[in-house]
C-alpha cells in the first residue's frame, strides 16, 4: 500500500504502468484475504448454521476477483486523471484504507471466527466504500460507477454476515 502511495507521487510513471499497478495491489489484497478465506470455508465455516439463501462457495472467488479487478480499473481512472496530485492524493489514500477494511473483514470473519466484530466491521467497509465512491466521482464519474458492484456486494454480504450472527450466537 505503501509502494501505491510513493508511485502516485512519481509523474513519469507510464500510465499502461499505472494500470498493471493498479490491478494487481487489489489482487494481491484479494489473495491475502483468499488465505484467511480457505482455512475457514474448509473449516469452521462448515459447521455454522447458514441461511437458506446463502451462496455455494463456489461462487465468491469469481465475484471478488471482478470486484478486486473493477477497484482496479477505478483506482487507475484517479490516479490517471488530469487533476492536481494535491486533489488525488487524498482520495487514492482513502481508497487504500477501505482496501485494508476490505482485507480485514476476512481475517475476522474466517480467521478469528468473529462473526458479531466482522459485522460491525462490514458496516464500516461499507460507509467507506460510500465514501470512496464520492470521493472518486469528485474526479471521474466513470471510476465511481466501476465501485457500484463492489458496494452492491458488500451490502449483501453485509445482510449474510447479520444471518449468520443471528443463527449463531
Same mark, same amino acid.
Given at each position: 500500500?505503501? *509502494?501505491?502511495?510513493?508511485? %502516485?507521487?512519481?509523474?513519469?510513471? #507510464?500510465?499502461?504502468? #499505472?494500470?498493471?499497478?493498479?490491478?494487481?495491489?487489489?489482487?494481491? %489484497?484479494?489473495?491475502?484475504?483468499? *488465505? $484467511? =478465506? &480457505?482455512?475457514?470455508?474448509?473449516?469452521?465455516?462448515?459447521?455454522?448454521? #447458514?441461511?437458506?439463501?446463502?451462496?455455494?462457495?463456489?461462487? !465468491?472467488?469469481?465475484? +471478488?476477483?471482478?470486484?478486486?479487478?473493477?477497484?482496479?480499473?477505478?483506482?487507475?481512472?484517479?490516479?490517471?486523471? #488530469? /487533476?492536481?496530485?494535491? =486533489? @488525488?492524493?487524498? %482520495?487514492?489514500?482513502?481508497?487504500?484504507?477501505?482496501?485494508?477494511?476490505?482485507?480485514? +473483514?476476512? $481475517?475476522? $470473519?474466517?480467521?478469528?471466527?468473529?462473526?458479531?466484530?466482522? *459485522?460491525?466491521?462490514?458496516? %464500516?467497509? +461499507?460507509? /467507506?466504500?460510500?465514501?470512496?465512491?464520492?470521493? !472518486?466521482?469528485?474526479?471521474? @464519474?466513470? /471510476?465511481? +460507477?466501476?465501485?457500484?458492484?463492489?458496494?452492491?456486494?458488500?451490502? $449483501? &454480504?453485509?445482510?449474510?454476515? !447479520? &444471518? *449468520?450472527?443471528?443463527?449463531? @450466537?
Amino acid at each position: 500500500m505503501v *509502494l501505491l502511495i510513493c508511485c %502516485v507521487q512519481n509523474k513519469r510513471m #507510464k500510465p499502461w504502468a #499505472k494500470l498493471l499497478l493498479s490491478i494487481v495491489i487489489p489482487l494481491a %489484497v484479494g489473495i491475502l484475504s483468499g *488465505l $484467511f =478465506t &480457505a482455512s475457514g470455508v474448509n473449516g469452521w465455516y462448515r459447521t455454522i448454521q #447458514k441461511p437458506s439463501w446463502n451462496p455455494p462457495n463456489a461462487v !465468491f472467488a469469481p465475484v +471478488w476477483t471482478t470486484l478486486y479487478i473493477l477497484m482496479g480499473i477505478a483506482l487507475y481512472l484517479v490516479w490517471n486523471d #488530469k /487533476a492536481s496530485e494535491e =486533489t @488525488k492524493r487524498p %482520495v487514492i489514500t482513502f481508497w487504500v484504507g477501505q482496501l485494508v477494511l476490505n482485507a480485514l +473483514w476476512s $481475517f475476522l $470473519f474466517f480467521s478469528q471466527h468473529a462473526i458479531g466484530l466482522a *459485522l460491525v466491521e462490514i458496516i %464500516v467497509l +461499507w460507509f /467507506a466504500i460510500l465514501i470512496t465512491i464520492f470521493l !472518486f466521482a469528485r474526479i471521474r @464519474k466513470a /471510476a465511481a +460507477w466501476l465501485l457500484v458492484p463492489y458496494i452492491s456486494w458488500v451490502s $449483501f &454480504a453485509s445482510l449474510l454476515n !447479520f &444471518a *449468520l450472527w443471528q443463527l449463531n @450466537k
